[in-house]
């Protein structure tokens, strides 16, 4: 294959040598298919059998997506018999080499979208997809889904961004397929950096952002053009299906979802409340306000994109962009939107396939502490105390954000607070510990139940949401406005969760003796999960056997003390900042756009605070 380049641009044009992929010249495309100027001729008859129709003219040397050799690109990478099918790409490739490149997939959208008129002139947009060491199948499949699933004349083109790929045939055989153009970067530059260089280059008034495993559901991009169309301070999402990283099963995801976060500023999904659910019955497809978007899958307008500053180019690789770019849109003036007419599946790992240059948890920590530094004035502290390891990373010069914050007038992050996530409780003076209640493996949930539900123990997740405590210096276990409640004074009573009240003696907890066992005031019982799988936690008399742990363990989650109330564990840890304790001391290791993340414990080396260029 030879690759001619030119040197400013780096746009790959191939030349293919049909040879290299094991193939006879007419299998991919048969030399009496072209006419000279490149128009791909068909035999398509009419009824009667007897015309001969030329489809679509097309640039010199592209063929349409149906004519692109899909088994032969997708063979080279096949895995082979006795192989891993999840060493490559953490996701079983076996099962995406094997579907159709083109497959139907359940269309996921409510009723009423099937029925809905889009308007006729929305504009065009480019579609920018980066990719490292991504499966052929997956992304060829991707493409096609673009293609297949939009209006021809909405899509101006396919950009995509090879960020160093170890086989640039990857990216560049794709340059064929129609629409498609491929850049590649001579070294590793990060989905950041790719996607600026991706959009520089569009021709496209609109932008659109997808990650390299995913597939567009019917009629996906109308609905979000036609909101970019009418404010172009709007950064439109898609709601995001589940592509099942096992066997490829593609599942609706709930329409009831918004993008939050905790004070550990890991991206996790919200639940609207009960409250917001009833007031959409009446509009079920009406766009959804969320304080943050997953950040694979977005739609802007291409001015307001430079305009509002393109991404952060000081952030490495993966992870805090979204933060980023959520608080930057909010702050700064525009807004972000779920948009549940719009469907796109996309495959959620359990981990990334591809290294981070000094690990995945410091680069995430140093692109996190560059969002917070930058947009979250003084709040910040309330993710230092929850992620106490992330001050030892360095997260070099941040000038340039400032000025632009300044330059665009926007507004402090109390404001976002106030007006954008009221949901996201702020710890106040009255918490004397904030965080998880851990036990083992698992966390003091409330398993989705509100007033008078019980609770329960879940894996923990280390997300805050259902499993975020505060304990309050007048003894309540709370949970936003709900506290613990005791039912009756008596071992075994269940433990629900009321509105809080000052003076309930039946909410009154306290931490006792060096384990931390957390004792019902009232009735000097302990809380207890012995009844977990039966309807609830309890109350119960205390254990006379203490479990310690393993005491290196206890000293890296830097926790007070450890012990087991009845044979099961709760911990606390301590930190001064504003007299709170968070327990998290994770640091994110999750595939791009959430899902369920999967966490190790943050390393606690000490280095150089001074923050470089």
């Known amino acids: 294959m030879k690759i001619s380049r030119d040197a400013g641009m780096r746009l790959l044009s191939i030349d293919y040598k049909y040879q290299s992929l094991g193939l006879a010249e007419p299998a991919m495309y048969a030399q009496e298919d072209w006419n000279e100027i490149g128009t791909v001729k068909r035999n398509e008859h009419s009824n009667n059998g007897e015309k001969q129709a030329s489809v679509e003219t097309l640039a010199p040397g592209k063929v349409r997506w149906q004519d692109f050799n899909q088994e032969a690109y997708v063979d080279v990478t096949m895995v082979r018999p006795g192989q891993d099918p999840y ?24 009723d009423q979208c099937r029925r809905k008129q889009w308007h006729q002139d929305l504009p065009a947009t480019s579609v920018v997809i980066t990719f490292h060491n991504e499966a052929r199948s997956a992304l060829l499949r991707t493409i096609i889904s673009v293609l297949k699933k939009s ?39 990060g989905l950041m950096r790719s996607r600026v260089k991706g959009a520089d280059e ?71 409340t009960p409250e917001q659910r009833r007031t959409r019955q009446g509009n079920p497809v009406a766009p959804i306000k969320t304080p943050m978007i997953a950040g694979g899958l977005f739609v802007m307008d291409q001015s307001y994109f430079e305009e509002l500053g393109k991404y952060d180019m ?32 996309h495959v959620f790992r359990k981990q990334h396939p591809y290294t981070f240059p000094g690990g995945s948890g410091t680069v995430f920590a140093r692109n996190t502490r560059r969002a917070a530094e930058v947009w979250m004035d003084e709040y910040k502290n309330f993710y230092y105390a929850a ?37 996201l409780r702020v710890p106040d003076h009255q918490d004397i510990a904030f965080g998880a209640l851990q036990q083992g493996a698992n966390c003091l949930d409330t398993l989705g139940h509100f007033a008078d539900g019980v609770i329960g123990v879940y894996e923990c997740h280390n997300a805050g949401g259902n499993q975020e405590w505060a304990l309050t210096k007048d003894k309540s276990v709370k949970h936003m406005d709900l506290c ?49 799988k ?43 900042e504003r007299a709170l304790a968070l327990l ?30």
Not at 151 to 165: G, Q
Request: net charge negative; glycine share 6%.
């Open 484 to 532: 613990l409640t005791v039912v009756d004074r008596a071992p075994g009573a269940l433990i629900k969760l009321q509105g809080c009240r000052e003076n309930d003696s039946r909410q009154k907890w306290e931490q006792f003796e060096s384990n931390s066992k957390l004792r019902h005031v009232g009735s000097n019982l302990c809380l207890d999960s012995r009844n977990a």
């Open 87 to 110: 060493a490559r790409n953490k996701f079983n490739q076996a099962e995406s080499d094997k579907l159709q490149m083109d497959r139907s997939v359940p269309d996921t959208r409510h």
């Open 151 to 189: 209006p021809p004349h909405l899509v101006k083109e396919i950009i995509l961004v090879d960020d160093y790929s170890d086989n640039p045939e990857d990216g560049a055989l794709l340059g064929k397929i129609e629409k498609v153009r491929v850049l590649r970067n001579d070294r590793r530059e």
């Open 314 to 345: 000081m952030m490495d690789v993966w992870g805090g962009e979204n933060l980023e770019i959520s608080f930057r849109v909010w702050q700064c003036g525009g807004s972000l939107e779920i948009i549940p007419c719009s469907r796109v599946g």
């Open 202 to 272: 569009a021709q496209a008034k609109v932008l659109t952002f997808l990650d390299s495993h995913c597939e567009c559901n019917e009629h996906w991009l109308e609905p979000l053009l036609e909101r970019v169309a009418e404010d172009r301070t709007r950064v439109v999402s898609p709601i995001i299906d589940v592509i099942n990283m096992d066997n490829f099963q593609y599942v609706g995801a709930s329409a009831d979802l918004k993008g939050g976060f905790d004070w550990n500023l890991v991206f996790k999904w919200d639940y609207m």
């Open 387 to 423: 992620v106490p390891s992330a001050r030892n990373v360095p997260y070099g010069n941040i000038q340039s954000r400032l000025d632009l914050k300044k330059k665009l007038s926007c507004k402090p992050f109390k404001w976002y607070l106030e007006n954008v996530y009221p949901e």
């Open 584 to 613: 998290p001391l994770y640091v994110r290791h999750a595939e791009e756009t959430s899902g369920t993340p999967r966490y190790r414990m943050a390393g606690t080396e000490n280095t150089d605070d001074k923050q470089k260029e």
């Open 534 to 576: 039966n309807g609830g936690l309890t109350v119960e008399k205390p254990s006379a056997y203490f479990y310690r742990g393993d005491s290196a363990e206890v000293e890296r989650c830097r926790v007070i003390s450890k012990g087991i109330m009845a044979g099961r564990s709760f911990i606390y840890e301590d930190v001064a």
